[in-house]
């Protein structure tokens, strides 16, 4: 079996911008078809969006290009995907969620509060032994300051995974003719 995974120089980190018709189902197809061409997901974000017919699905995967544009390629075939496109990080805004909670006693509270101003991060929940941190930005940030918050020690960690869009003011869903939502059921 061959592992299309990030393993070669070419590999590099890709968002795709995936538009879906609103319905039970269409998400297991899109990514059983990751799954049967042996790539990972590093992060995945599902939502409905300015039309309640349409989803957009956020997927970051490491891919080479040319295994990647077959992935493109057979994603476009699957009933019920509209619109695929690779979004360029210098063409998009990108954010991810992250809640954090670090070890904070009496002792290095003080130590993880100057980390959390640094960052302009928010402190959601405190416990006498413990400081549970909301941070929103791009993943380079997110990395950064969970780098700082090891030492203190992380007992839990959870992600949203990533979501963005294109800078400007179109949207990805204009190109998407609402005569377009259920026709795909007659190919």
Do not use: C, Y
């Not at 695929?84 to 290095?108: G, M, T, W």
Request: no cysteine.
């Amino acid at each position: 079996m061959v592992n299309n995974s990030a393993t070669h120089s070419e590999a590099r980190q890709h968002i795709l911008s995936v538009l879906v018709e609103n319905r039970p189902g269409v998400l297991a197809r899109v990514t059983g078809l990751f799954a049967r061409r042996s790539f990972n997901i590093d992060s995945l974000s599902v939502s409905s969006t300015e039309r309640a017919d349409i989803s957009r699905i956020t997927v970051t995967t490491d891919a080479e290009p040319e295994p990647l544009e077959q992935i493109i390629k057979q994603l476009n075939k699957l009933l019920h995907v509209l619109k695929i496109v690779e979004l360029n990080p210098e063409q998009a805004v990108e954010r991810e969620l992250v809640l954090i909670k670090v070890k904070a006693n009496e002792r290095n509270r003080s130590d993880v509060l100057e980390i959390v101003k640094l960052f302009r991060v928010r402190v959601v929940d405190v416990h006498p032994e413990s400081l549970t941190i909301e941070a929103t930005g791009a993943q380079g940030k997110l990395d950064a300051l969970m780098g700082l918050l090891t030492p203190f020690g992380m007992v839990e960690l959870v992600r949203s995974g990533a979501v963005a869009l294109t800078r400007g003011p179109k949207a990805l869903s204009e190109k998407v003719p609402e005569i377009q939502i259920g026709e795909r059921l007659n190919r």
